[in-house]
């Protein structure tokens, strides 16, 4: 069995409360905090059957490892997910689905970054989120809050080699589209309404060399003033909802 882990938040413990109560082993809140967001959140707790247990400012803090946690901490049990892409991916398939959507991060390594994406990854449907093990930010309690629940929601894949996968996903159909500044292409004069992975690099260094070479196309977002470049986490925005924009028109 996993030990425990921390959420903090109102978001992401909301998202928990919501989606799988069972998990939850106690929610610490602070006991001075009693305004209506407090009450509310504490009124669906007890709804949801949850242990509460008051905390001071200071324990949650040591708790969640960051003083931004709201006033409220959860430890949890890990919930049970899909353990591999190539198994979300079979999943997908049998579900029907033909034209996934897959967001690829190479090099972000900031955890708020990490965390943005994953909310942005959520709000547009993303099936999945992608990033080597050996150049990426993991989940942890800041990834967590910063996500606002989808650090439960989207499927976190950290993968050996990225390349390697980059390739399998296009034997299994699906075009690889990277991101740059220099690209020919802007994202608004591609197809992204078939089987897509959207590959974004940290911002300043861009995607790696070989992760470069790897994608099927690459495409830049068209930038009108003085600033080079966005935010990881907003340049995946655009990129991953001028998808669903092109998706729902054509349905």
Known sequence: MSSPKVLFGFHAVGVRLKTAPQSIVEIYYEASRRDARMRQFLDRAREAGARLIEADGERLAKLA?????????????????????????????????????LLVLDGVTDPHNLGACLRVADGAGAHAVIAPKDHAAGINAT?????????????????????????????????????????????????????????????????????????????????????????????????????????????
């Open 143 to 251: 990834v967590a809050k910063v996500a606002s629940g989808a650090a439960e929601t989207v499927p976190y894949f950290m993968v050996t080699n990225l390349a390697r996968t980059l390739n399998e996903l296009k034997e299994r159909n699906i075009w690889i589209i990277g991101t740059s500044g220099d690209a020919e292409k802007n994202v608004y004069q591609v197809d992204l309404k078939g089987p897509v992975a959207l590959v974004l690099g940290a911002e300043g260094d861009g995607m790696r060399q070989l992760t470069r070479k790897t994608c099927d196309e690459l495409v830049s977002i068209p930038m009108q003033g003085a600033v080079e470049s966005l935010n990881v986490s907003v340049a995946s925005g655009v990129c991953l909802f001028e998808a669903v924009r092109q998706r729902l028109a054509a349905a």
């Open 65 to 101: 490892g960051s003083h931004g946690h709201q006033g409220v901490a959860a430890r949890v049990e890990p919930t049970k997910q899909v353990t591999s892409l190539d198994e979300l991916l079979e999943n997908l398939e049998e579900s029907g689905v033909k034209n996934p959507l």
